[in-house]
């Protein structure tokens, strides 16, 4: 065993910016799922493969992406899965989402909002029924949780894709800010 043993194969002599670049082509390329773990990284690039997603973020940046990483609960950054995603709000860039599916994953994102994490499924599946019908509530449910943006069991969880996709925090504030009955103001009804 030679003492470069957790070197990666023919990147003896990279420097920081070649190991950028090629990083950012593999977290580019879709390969199933979107983005690569850690570990993948780490075992490609070797134990600074962190220093090098730095350098990926300000290149991504430059072509108008955003390395994003979405972290297990508990776990470290080999465990976290890193990708790409657009600068642009996702309505400019397109979405894989039809607005039945976006406004149900609105829903989901108000009601898990503000420590509770998960929501029973039942109840989910209530209020998305108060607004759609029954077929197609169960529709949004079933795509959306394909597409990795919740985890559906006995309860209802944001998913990876959620995390990394949608900016959570802004969404749950923006829809808090809305009154019932339409109006876009939090302020009190005159």
């Known amino acids: 065993m030679s003492s ?3 070197a990666p194969s023919g990147q003896a002599g990279g420097d920081l910016r070649d190991k950028a670049l090629r990083m950012l082509r593999m977290l580019l390329v879709n390969r199933g799922r979107p983005g690569v773990k850690g570990w993948e990284l780490r075992r490609r690039f070797g134990p600074g493969y962190l220093k090098v997603l730095e350098v990926v973020g300000v290149e991504a940046a430059k072509l108008g992406l955003e390395l994003r990483s979405v972290e297990e609960e508990g776990k470290g950054p080999d465990f976290a899965r890193y990708l790409l995603v657009s ?6 860039v397109g979405s894989p989402l039809t607005v039945v599916e976006a406004a149900a994953l609105a829903l989901i ?8 994490g998960e929501v029973p499924l039942k109840e989910v599946q209530q209020e998305l029924q108060a607004k759609l019908s029954k077929w197609r509530a169960e529709q949004a449910l079933y795509r959306l949780s394909r597409l990795g943006y919740i985890e559906v069991d006995d309860v ?3 998913g990876w894709r959620t995390k990394a996709e949608v900016d959570v925090e802004r969404l749950a504030r923006a829809l808090i800010a809305i009154r019932p009955g339409g109006g876009g103001s939090a302020g009190p009804s005159p």
């Open 4 to 6: 470069r043993e957790g």
């Open 87 to 92: 600068s642009e709000p996702a309505l400019e």
């Open 109 to 116: 994102v108000a009601l898990t909002y503000g420590g509770r």
């Open 156 to 158: 209802v969880r944001l």
